[in-house]
Nanobody
Framework: QVQLVESGGGLVQAGDSLRLSCAAS????????MGWFRQAPGEEREFVAA????????NYAHDVKGRFTISRDNARNMVYLQMNSLKPEDTAVYYC?????????????????WGQGTMVIVSS
């Protein structure tokens, strides 16, 4: 069992930056592929970024590539999402997720544990 708690969301203006954090507890954190997803109002949850066990492999959704950076600190059981050049269309609830699959997982049903989410609002 893994518990995930996100933080760092808030209200920002277009062009600003935010860093989301996800604190994990429970089983060995470094055994899990970690991902970030988001869900905008009225939309389905979508993949944002994923990072492998050793942080060597990463993958990003097309519309955040070059603006967002996922990272992890296995010693502290933390995963981060640095979001730069934010746009109003980035407004969503952002979720941290953990997967027992050793490969990068880009789909929602590949993740076993989820946090409660943190809201990000980007005003124009």
């Amino acid at each position: 069992q893994v518990q995930l708690v996100e933080s760092g969301g808030g209200l920002v203006q277009a062009g600003d930056s935010l860093r989301l954090s996800c604190a994990a507890s429970g089983r060995t954190f470094s055994d899990y592929t970690m991902g970030w997803f988001r869900q905008a109002p009225g939309e389905e949850r979508e993949f944002v970024a994923a990072i492998g066990w050793g942080a060597d492999s990463k993958n990003y959704a097309h519309d955040v590539k070059g603006r967002f950076t996922i990272s992890r600190d296995n010693a502290r059981n933390m995963v981060y999402l640095q979001m730069n050049s934010l746009k109003p269309e980035d407004t969503a609830v952002y979720y941290c997720a953990a997967s027992r699959t050793p490969a990068l997982v880009l789909v929602e049903n590949g993740y076993d544990y989820w946090g409660q989410g943190t809201m990000v609002i980007v005003s124009s």
